[in-house]
């Protein structure tokens, strides 16, 4: 018996969906301060990242993501971040501190000033965004040491 194989499917671009406590202000929020572009259908885009926006029925279903376990498996000596992520953004190493300014500079919040480490043969450096509703955004780039 001959087996067929099987044909994989491909996956497409991934959209995080984001439950917010106030529609309106998220949507200037990541229009004015992240410079995204805005549509009524809760959108928010610019470069490589979209964001789909969506008003909660309560405020407590807004829910940031908890601070991770610890993990003592990683490939290399870290162990997890010190915060909660909600969006991991990968930026160029030449472009992480220029987005920084960017984004204090239109009255963003910098959860976390960049900072850098290493994982092996790669030196990290990230910085952390917090959004209206305390979404930490995590801007993160990488370079071979």
Known sequence: MELKQQRKGKLGQTIQV?????????????RDVLGCKIDDWGHAERDGMTIILQQSISPEDV???AISKKRL??????????????????VSWDDLDSLVEEIRGKGGKIA????????????????????PDGYNIVLGSMREI
């Not at 984001?18 to 990541?30: A, C, D, I, P, T």
């Not at 976390?112 to 959004?131: L, Q, R, S, V, Y």
């Open 18 to 30: 984001r439950l917010v406590s106030n529609f309106n202000v998220s949507q200037e929020y990541y």
């Open 63 to 65: 829910r940031p993501n």
């Open 73 to 90: 498996d990683y490939p290399t000596n870290w162990e997890g971040p010190e915060f909660g992520w909600d969006t991991f953004i990968h």
């Open 112 to 131: 976390a000033e960049p900072f850098t480490g290493t994982h092996g043969k790669w030196e990290f450096k990230n910085t952390c965004i917090k959004d």
